[in-house]
């Protein structure tokens, strides 16, 4: 293989796959073909920062916190109340409900591969994982307990305690351990193997023909490897795909001067897509269909709208092939159990 070839190969490697590359996969040599498949081979360990180092007794104590309702102000409600494993750790509501009836603006997102996509949030305001926790807990709308009852609360019970001891050294209860633990254990969940994963290492027969030709949309027609890129299929960036509305401006927020990042959304997580309907920041697109419907259409044009984003005239079959490739990423994970929560 030459030089340019090889060029391309590590290019692919990087996932940077420009639209219209779908001929060149069809016509590519095995050498590339291998570099675009591995691309997306899942990483072999999970990123843990020098800062908070991981620990099985962290992951413990962060589980047994993540799934303990005594973090909200009515007692009813955990973080897994809005991101439930059963449910590809998110909720299945086009918005998210916390205390208030009224539900909140947007979706509460998927926690799979959430270790590798940071900063976070769909606007992403939370630079890390640690710095999630008490957004959620203490927003009135959400959680509604104050780190003060939060913290009483858990200096209330003996075996937390003895949890946080086992954890840090001693049985001290404040915010920066709680937000240590809990991220501990939220960089632990990982998307499971799903066929995509086994194809992707070399077995022919994990997928169907459909999806194997979604691949090739997926990365050359379609554009869609421009954002969902990489083994969690995210750049983990932020995009308007011409979809947000009116206040809805998302990363424009906080960034009010900059027109690209007005209406631009962080770019989810393609892991078990096909099981956590609906869609969208919002909730607003009901099905994986529709999904491939509003990006064939290309959104609203409008100077903030990402240059990915344009009219596809992907053909019938070829938005099958897609919804082909999507459904090859649901994994085959065994069902989580709940842990045994102190009292």
């Not at 996969?25 to 180092?53: D, H, M, Q």
Request: hydrophobic fraction near 40%; proline fraction near 9%; aromatic fraction near 8%.
């Amino acid at each position: 293989m030459g030089p340019l070839r090889l060029w391309i190969g590590l290019a692919c490697l990087a996932a940077f796959l420009p639209v219209g590359l779908s001929f060149a996969l069809a016509t590519a040599e095995p050498e590339e073909l291998a570099a675009v498949r591995a691309s997306y081979r899942r990483p072999a360990t999970i990123p843990f920062p020098g800062s908070n180092p991981y620990s099985e007794a962290k992951v413990a104590l962060g589980e047994m916190l993540f799934f303990d309702p005594l973090l909200s102000g009515s007692k009813t409600r955990s973080c897994a109340t809005c991101h439930n494993p059963s449910l590809s750790w998110a909720d299945g509501l086009a918005r998210a409900i916390g205390e208030d009836p009224k539900g909140l603006p947007l979706r509460a997102p998927s926690l799979i591969d959430v270790a590798f996509i940071e900063p976070l949030g769909w606007d992403g305001k939370f630079r890390d994982i640690e710095s999630v926790a008490f957004g959620p807990i203490t927003n009135p709308v959400n959680m509604n307990l104050t780190e003060a009852d939060l913290i009483a609360r858990l200096s209330a019970i003996p075996t937390y305690g003895e949890a946080f001891a086992r954890a840090f050294g001693d049985d001290a209860i404040n915010r920066p351990r709680i937000e240590a633990a809990l991220a501990t254990f939220q960089r632990t969940i990982v998307a499971g193997e799903s066929p995509f994963d086994r194809w992707i290492i070399g077995d022919e027969t994990a997928i169907s023909t459909p999806a194997k030709r979604g691949f090739e949309v997926f990365n050359g027609k379609a554009g869609c490897s421009t954002c969902h890129k990489g083994p969690s299929l995210t750049d983990g960036s932020f995009h308007d795909i011409g979809t947000a509305k009116n206040e809805d401006v998302g990363r424009g927020r906080l960034f009010p001067r900059s027109e690209k990042l007005r209406y631009a959304f962080k770019t989810p997580t393609l892991r078990d897509v096909a099981r956590r309907a609906p869609y969208m920041h919002d909730g607003s697109v009901a099905t994986l269909e529709d999904v491939i419907e509003l990006y064939d259409k290309g959104g609203i044009d409008r100077p903030s709208r990402s240059p990915s984003i344009k009219p596809l005239s992907l053909t019938p079959g070829e938005k099958k092939d897609l919804i082909a490739l999507l459904q090859s990423l649901n994994s085959s994970s065994p069902l989580t159990a709940f842990p045994r929560l102190p009292r």
